[in-house]
């Protein structure tokens, strides 16, 4: 596959990219080499490879799944302008 001169004026008008008439032909030639990458890699031999999430082996650390009222409504109101009986208090909008 390959890009055309009037593809990158199209992808940088959906883009709302401004783009000189310059600046097309290299553009063109960077995506051109981006999708000449890209097709190096679909020639890659993945078999017998899992596939992965992250280079980094590791576990995601579980924890029960309950519901709880976070225990920290003094230090969440500490910062309100105004609040009353452990809530946000507001000004009435609606008379």
Known sequence: MSVTADTVRKIARLARIAVTDD???GLTEQLNGILGWIE???EVDTTGVAPMASVMPGQLRWREDVVTDGGIA???LANA???ASG???VPKVIE
Do not use: I
């Open 81 to 83: 302008p105004d609040a």
């Open 23 to 25: 600046e097309v032909p």
């Open 40 to 42: 190096q890699l679909g």
């Open 87 to 89: 809530f946000f208090a």
């Open 74 to 76: 003094e230090k969440v």
